[in-house]
């Protein structure tokens, strides 16, 4: 089970953290990621993380403004946001990976949280 939370209204240019909580011992054994689906749109692929942390992959629009992370002590990915666009509005989700390297597909993925709404004013 993975529960996401920390989203929220913000004002463009400005910063969130979304963290995703996961259930179960094998949190560490798998890959993470975080997808997005805006109204009308379809989902697409935000980062990804590596179960050890150490290869992480970012879709080309939030290249130098996302930060993925993981603590695996805490079962927990998180998804920093900073310098936020209108276009960054969507519902965001993470997801557990079916393998242990990032993956940047939603088919490549076996669970998916309930999704938080971040929606960026201009």
């Known amino acids: 089970q993975l529960q996401a939370s920390g989203g929220g209204l913000v004002q463009a240019g400005g910063s969130l953290r979304l963290s995703c909580a996961a259930s179960?011992?094998?949190?560490?054994?798998?890959?993470m990621g975080w997808f997005r689906q805006a109204p009308g749109k379809e989902r697409e692929f935000v980062a990804s993380?590596?179960?050890?942390?150490?290869?992480?992959d970012y879709t080309d629009s939030v290249k130098g403004r996302f930060t993925i992370s993981r603590d695996n002590a805490k079962n927990t990915v998180y998804l920093q946001m900073n310098s936020l666009k209108p276009e960054d509005t969507a519902v965001y989700y993470c997801a557990w990976a079916r393998t242990s390297v990032v993956r940047t597909q939603p088919r490549d993925y076996r669970y998916w949280g309930q999704g938080t709404q971040v929606t960026v004013s201009s």
């Open positions: 179960g011992r094998a949190f560490s054994a798998y890959a």
């Open positions: 993380i590596s179960r050890a942390g150490d290869s992480i």
